[in-house]
């Protein structure tokens, strides 16, 4: 029986995957491309006095460090894949459970041995847990590329290139700090996704626009009866990046186990409750 639900469970994550491949796939590995093409056409613009010198410099100034004291230096490169995996995570989590509804795959999923708590689920697991696998990768193969073409400029301009090895293992340890991030991210930001999945169960057209409008709305009661902002002045610390991601390893358990957290988790898990209960509701 416990088999039979993780594989329907697998099935889920596999189907998420598959209608979205676009925003998981697609979007990051054409921002590699574009990023790689442009370092590119920025390098044919560098003298070769200089493209040697850059790349000798590189090879002495990580030779010999410590990979995982420099990882944080690499995340910088990333910047704009994470505002990219923010960006898609909206468009998917406002869309999923709406898109159900809109297209009545809603009603073959509940005529399968499958329940809503697994749908939702599943939805929540693929943006907290797999999207950024498929970014992580990407970004290794990016990694690759660039650490592959550094050795090769190196081989033509006669340059010792021993220190790159050290640059590659940082910033693959990078890329582990990347993942870790981005799990407590979502775990930070629970109540977000709960909020964004609720209204992609409810509205009937643009769900955005219920979420949106829906939080102002809140404020401006709370603000005209009780003359106060908790919930404006609590969302505004939640949506400090320092207080959820972070860019050392030692910082993990830290971020992971506070009560800031715990409290994020239980009201993130009423909202998504709550987006299980609406499912319910069919058109």
Known sequence: MVVNQFGQFGALLKREIIENRNL?????????????????????????????AGIEYLSL??????PLQMAPAF?????PFIVTLYICAIIYLINSLYQDRKDASVLFWQSMPVSNLQTVLSKVVTICAIAPVFYVAIL????????????????????????LGYMFMASVLSLLL????????A????????????????????????AVGVFILLGFLEDFV???????????????????????????????????????????????SGAISM???ID
């Open 75 to 79: 995340l910088l490169p990333a910047v």
């Open 24 to 52: 998981f796939i697609s979007t990051p590995a054409l921002l590699a491309v574009i990023f790689f093409v442009f370092s590119i056409w920025v390098v044919s613009f560098v003298p070769s006095a200089e493209i040697a």
């Open 140 to 163: 290794f193969v990016l990694y690759l590329l660039a650490v592959a073409m550094l050795v090769a400029l190196g081989l033509t301009y006669n340059v010792q290139v021993a220190g």
């Open 279 to 281: 499912r319910r509701f």
């Open 226 to 272: 009780f003359g106060s902002q908790y919930l404006a002045n609590w969302v505004e610390s939640r949506s400090n990046p320092q207080q959820y991601m972070f860019f050392e390893f030692t910082d993990v358990v830290e971020r992971l186990f506070s009560y800031d957290m715990l409290f994020g988790v239980v009201v993130g898990s009423i909202l998504i």
């Open 187 to 210: 775990l930070w930001l629970l109540p977000s996704i709960g909020w964004l999945l609720l209204f992609s169960a409810f509205a009937r057209k643009t769900p955005i626009l219920w």
């Open 178 to 185: 990347i993942y870790l991030s981005a799990i407590t991210t």
């Open 61 to 66: 100034l990580f030779d010999g460090l410590s």
